[in-house]
């Protein structure tokens, strides 16, 4: 039989699809949706920034009592219109929210236009839970350090308490020292970055009054991340020179000199339209081994996707050799911004760990490839296993997401609560926007999730498809670049 030149070429065609398919099966999408829990949305209606945002943010847990604190109305150039909250005093059963007075003149009693970089704390010899921000006046680099205390159990919060107010600051972080046997017992340290350099400061009083800043002598660095060991130590894990941490001994008095965690090759995320960097993520157990993980593609060729990878320490001077977290052991994924926790009052084998992550497929004919994905995976064996890593929600086209002069972003940083035994990771949602604005919230898994337990169900998946090819982008440290982060 003769075939017309139209049939050959449509039989050409069939014959040449039907091949690939033969060599690249399809893996099934996870069957059902986890119920996601929205905590609380942008109510703002100022016209210089983007509503419909929420992004960034950062949790705590202690005892029954999760909260959780978030940048909401993110501006294009740097902050936000507001700090939100949202808090659990019942194991996560039900949510309370609501926005932080005297930040901004959006949230009334203020002078600062926009505010970014919320981080929680709980002090527990004064019962304080404390929100320190960096309050902006314009684009650019911070202007002010704020704390907002609540005495409640995280529900009422009191108008900030004022740090320093000065020009060049960025990237606040805040901890308490929440142990009974430390010789520091009630010292909170609240860190910030000044024009790139790294500064402590301390509060004896619940965050009413603060020290003179003190650091260790002209380091630079990003996002250094503070936790207290029982006997007082004082770790800071930050970006600077690859992953590196430095410590203090006596109550934040003094700062030793940094020890080097490990270098670390990071592929950025901005061939997809996404802002992201390599700044860890700090957690300690209750025996005061410090946990740090960040997204590196060190042990990728050719830094084709980022891994998830861990270190720890007992003494916050020498730390293991980074592990790899294997989050998807049969797909290749690039994850990054991962937010690392670890359940109160567990330890060592026994501690239960939770990292919530997003990750894009960028491997060639993956479906959805350039789309994001919210991922979660945790340990309940003190990260020694860890369960197959799951689909939280996604595909997220990236054009739902805020627009920054650095990429679309969920936030530079997320994390995870735990409570009744329960793993909370907390995270950026982005939704199909409507016409008038962003569709962008802060959002949990209702219930929450067993640490350690697979849910196939929920598993990464992907069906290899057509797809564009993504070039490959090294991406520097941050703090040497030009552009600040706000």
Same mark, same amino acid.
């Given at each position: 039989?003769?075939?017309?030149?139209?049939?050959?070429?449509?039989?050409?065609?069939?014959?040449?699809?039907?091949?690939?398919?033969?060599?690249?099966?399809?893996?099934?999408?996870?069957?059902?949706?986890?119920?996601?829990?929205?905590?609380?949305?942008?109510?703002?209606?100022?016209?210089?920034?983007?509503?419909?945002?929420?992004?960034?943010?950062?949790?705590?847990?202690?005892?029954?009592?999760?909260?959780?604190?978030?940048?909401?109305?993110?501006?294009?150039?740097?902050?936000?219109?507001?700090?939100?909250?949202?808090?659990?005093?019942?194991?996560?059963?039900?949510?309370?929210?609501?926005?932080?007075?005297?930040?901004?003149?959006?949230?009334?009693?203020?002078?600062?236009?926009?505010?970014?970089?919320?981080?929680?704390?709980?002090?527990?010899?004064?019962?304080?839970?404390?929100?320190?921000?960096?309050?902006?006046?314009?684009?650019?680099?911070?202007?002010?350090?704020? &704390?907002?205390? %609540?005495? /409640? $159990? @995280?529900?009422? !919060? +009191?108008? =900030?308490?004022?740090?320093?107010?000065?020009? #060049? *600051?960025?990237?606040?972080?805040?901890?308490?020292?929440?142990?009974?046997?430390?010789?520091?017992?009630?010292?909170?340290?609240?860190?910030?970055?000044?024009?790139?350099?790294?500064? &402590?400061?301390? %509060?004896? /009083? $619940? @965050?009413?009054? !603060? +020290?003179? =800043?003190?650091?260790?002598?002209?380091?630079? #660095? *990003?996002?250094?991340?503070?936790?207290?060991?029982?006997?007082?130590?004082?770790?800071?894990?930050?970006?600077?020179?690859?992953?590196?941490?430095?410590?203090?001994?006596?109550?934040?008095?003094?700062?030793?000199?940094?020890?080097?965690?490990?270098?670390?090759?990071?592929?950025?995320?901005?061939?997809?339209?996404?802002?992201?960097?390599?700044?860890?993520?700090?957690?300690?157990?209750?025996?005061?081994?410090?946990?740090?993980?960040?997204?590196?593609?060190?042990?990728?060729?050719?830094?084709?996707?980022?891994?998830?990878?861990?270190?720890?320490?007992?003494?916050?001077?020498?730390?293991?050799?980074?592990?790899?977290?294997?989050?998807?052991?049969?797909?290749?994924?690039?994850?990054?911004?991962?937010?690392?926790?670890?359940?109160?009052?567990?330890?060592?084998?026994?501690?239960?760990?939770?990292?919530?992550?997003?990750?894009?497929?960028?491997?060639?004919?993956?479906?959805?490839?350039?789309?994001?994905?919210?991922?979660?995976?945790?340990?309940?064996?003190?990260?020694?296993?860890?369960?197959?890593?799951?689909?939280?929600?996604?595909?997220?086209?990236?054009?739902?997401?805020?627009?920054?002069?650095?990429?679309?972003?969920?936030?530079?940083?997320?994390?995870?609560?735990?409570?009744?035994?329960?793993?909370?990771?907390?995270?950026?949602?982005?939704?199909?926007?409507?016409?008038?604005?962003?569709?962008?919230?802060?959002?949990?898994?209702?219930?929450?999730?067993?640490?350690?337990?697979?849910?196939?169900?929920?598993?990464?998946?992907?069906?290899?498809?057509?797809?564009?090819?993504?070039?490959?982008?090294?991406?520097?440290?941050?703090?040497?670049?030009?552009?600040?982060?706000?």
């Amino acid at each position: 039989m003769k075939l017309q030149r139209s049939s050959f070429a449509r039989w050409w065609a069939l014959a040449v699809l039907l091949g690939a398919l033969a060599f690249v099966p399809a893996v099934a999408q996870p069957a059902e949706s986890l119920p996601l829990l929205p905590l609380s949305s942008d109510p703002f209606t100022n016209p210089t920034s983007q509503h419909g945002t929420e992004v960034e943010p950062d949790a705590l847990s202690f005892g029954s009592t999760t909260v959780t604190a978030f940048q909401v109305g993110r501006f294009y150039d740097g902050g936000s219109s507001d700090i939100g909250w949202a808090t659990s005093q019942d194991s996560g059963a039900t949510w309370s929210h609501g926005f932080l007075p005297g930040l901004t003149v959006h949230s009334g009693g203020a002078t600062y236009n926009r505010v970014s970089d919320p981080s929680v704390a709980y002090d527990a010899k004064h019962a304080a839970w404390l929100i320190i921000a960096l309050p902006l006046l314009q684009g650019g680099l911070g202007n002010a350090i704020t &704390v907002n205390r %609540s005495t /409640d $159990g @995280g529900t009422v !919060w +009191d108008a =900030p308490v004022f740090i320093t107010e000065t020009a #060049g *600051l960025d990237k606040t972080w805040l901890a308490c020292d929440n142990s009974a046997a430390s010789p520091f017992y009630g010292n909170c340290y609240a860190h910030w970055s000044v024009f790139g350099n790294l500064v &402590v400061s301390v %509060s004896h /009083d $619940g @965050g009413l009054s !603060w +020290d003179q =800043p003190r650091g260790p002598v002209n380091v630079s #660095g *990003l996002s250094g991340q503070p936790v207290v060991r029982p006997n007082g130590t004082v770790v800071v894990p930050y970006l600077g020179g690859g992953i590196a941490s430095f410590r203090s001994t006596d109550g934040g008095q003094s700062w030793e000199a940094p020890v080097q965690i490990a270098p670390s090759s990071y592929r950025g995320t901005f061939d997809i339209g996404l802002r992201s960097y390599n700044m860890p993520t700090v957690a300690i157990d209750a025996a005061g081994r410090v946990f740090a993980a960040w997204p590196a593609c060190d042990v990728e060729a050719g830094c084709e996707t980022n891994d998830l990878l861990m270190s720890w320490t007992d003494d916050g001077t020498i730390w293991s050799a980074p592990a790899r977290v294997v989050a998807s052991p049969q797909l290749t994924i690039s994850a990054v911004l991962p937010g690392l926790a670890i359940e109160p009052g567990t330890a060592g084998a026994s501690a239960h760990m939770g990292i919530m992550f997003y990750y894009y497929f960028n491997v060639p004919c993956a479906r959805d490839s350039g789309k994001l994905f919210a991922g979660f995976t945790s340990s309940a064996d003190g990260g020694a296993t860890w369960a197959p890593a799951i689909t939280l929600a996604g595909p997220f086209n990236l054009e739902w997401l805020a627009l920054t002069n650095q990429g679309r972003m969920v936030g530079d940083y997320m994390d995870v609560g735990f409570a009744g035994g329960r793993a909370f990771p907390i995270f950026s949602l982005p939704r199909p926007p409507s016409v008038a604005q962003f569709d962008q919230v802060i959002a949990t898994v209702a219930g929450g999730l067993a640490p350690g337990v697979a849910l196939p169900e929920h598993a990464i998946s992907a069906e290899r498809v057509p797809c564009r090819y993504l070039p490959l982008i090294s991406q520097p440290d941050p703090f040497a670049q030009p552009t600040p982060l706000r």
